[in-house]
């Protein structure tokens, strides 16, 4: 609840404040308006300028991403799909097990990073059974931790979409 203070009105009017005087100006009212409209015209004119300098200037133009190629794309994709088998079919008791995870996590969200944003690649059959496999296995990982194995059913479709990714890329897909 509210005190009692802050809800009954205040008898006194509030003190207002000085008017803000700018350095450049005078108490005569004949050289405050001078300073006024040069201070307007060279705004004017700067916001002019620059609107022309920002319309007509190629340097100022900034390139768009430049797509990557298809093969690069193929070739990345194939490196991954490498590392998620190696680390999928480690066993569990393997001391190098967790790098391994740590390894397939960040060549993962890289891989994702610079692909996902390319909208050629967005629609490709490749693309998206590839991005669904890194989200089951990184999913997985990140809820149960590095060494825990990936279920049965669960790596079997891990490997039945990487399958299919392969076989996208083979055919251009």
Not at 83 to 99: E, G, Q
Not at 135 to 150: E, K, L, Q, R
């Amino acid at each position: 609840m509210a005190s009692p203070t802050l809800i009954t009105p205040t008898t006194s009017t509030p003190k207002l404040l000085p008017p803000i005087r700018s350095k450049l100006s005078s108490p005569s009212s004949s050289s405050t308006t001078t300073t006024t409209t040069t201070a307007t015209t060279h705004r004017r004119n700067f916001l002019s300028l620059a609107a022309v300098i920002s319309l007509s200037s190629p340097l100022l133009v900034i390139p768009a991403a430049l797509a990557a190629s298809d093969e690069e794309y193929t070739k990345e994709t194939q490196e991954v799909i490498q590392k998620v088998r190696n680390t999928i079919n480690m066993d569990k008791t393997d001391p190098n097990i967790a790098t391994a995870v740590a390894e397939l996590r960040e060549t993962s969200n890289s891989w994702v990073a610079k692909y996902r944003r390319e909208k050629a690649l967005l629609g490709r059959l490749s693309f998206r059974d590839m991005y669904s496999a890194l989200n089951a296995v990184s999913g997985h990982y990140v809820s149960f931790g590095p060494t825990s194995p990936i279920p049965a059913k669960r790596k079997t479709r891990i490997l039945e979409e990487i399958d299919s990714v392969e076989k996208a890329l083979s055919r251009g897909r």
